[in-house]
C-alpha cells in the first residue's frame, strides 16, 4: 500500500488498539474521532486505505461514505463496527466500501486489507 491509513474512531481505547496493529503492519496511520474530522483530514492528506466506524458521533460512517469515496484519488473505506448486522454490510458494500469488518479487528484482517 503506497499512502497512509486513516482511522475514523470515536473510542479512544478501540483508536489506540487498531494504531497500534496498523503501525506493527509497517503502515503509517492518522485518527480522527468523528466523521467530520476524518473527512477534513482526508481532504488535507488523501489517504489510501480509511478504516471507518459506523457508529460515530454527529454523522454515521455511511453518511460519510459517500463524501470520502468523492476524494480525489478515492480512498479505499473499509467499514468497521461493533455492532454487526446483515443490513449494515449489505448498505455499506451497496454505498462503495470494500470491506465489513466486525470489531475488535484481527491483525490478520487487517493485513489482508493493507
Known amino acids: 500500500m503506497s499512502g497512509h491509513v486513516l482511522l475514523v ?3 479512544a ?4 488498539s487498531i494504531t497500534a496493529q496498523v503501525r506493527a503492519l509497517g503502515h ?4 480522527a ?4 474530522l ?11 486505505v480509511v ?8 454523522k454515521s460512517g455511511l ?3 459517500p463524501e470520502l469515496l468523492a476524494l480525489e484519488p478515492a480512498p479505499r473505506v473499509v467499514v468497521i463496527t461493533a455492532n454487526p448486522s446483515a443490513e449494515n454490510a449489505i448498505d455499506a458494500i451497496a454505498r462503495g466500501a470494500s470491506a465489513h469488518l ?4 484481527e491483525p490478520a484482517q487487517l493485513e489482508r486489507l493493507l
Do not use: F, Q, Y
Not at 13 to 16: D, N
Not at 33 to 36: H, N
Not at 51 to 58: A, E, K, S, V
Open 9 to 11: 474512531e470515536d473510542e
Open 13 to 16: 481505547a478501540v483508536s489506540a
Open 28 to 31: 503509517a496511520i492518522v485518527t
Open 33 to 36: 474521532p468523528s466523521a467530520e
Open 38 to 48: 476524518g473527512l477534513r483530514e482526508a481532504r488535507e492528506a488523501p489517504p489510501a
Open 51 to 58: 478504516l471507518l466506524d459506523l457508529n460515530l458521533p454527529g
Open 63 to 65: 453518511e460519510v461514505l
Open 102 to 105: 466486525v470489531k475488535p479487528l
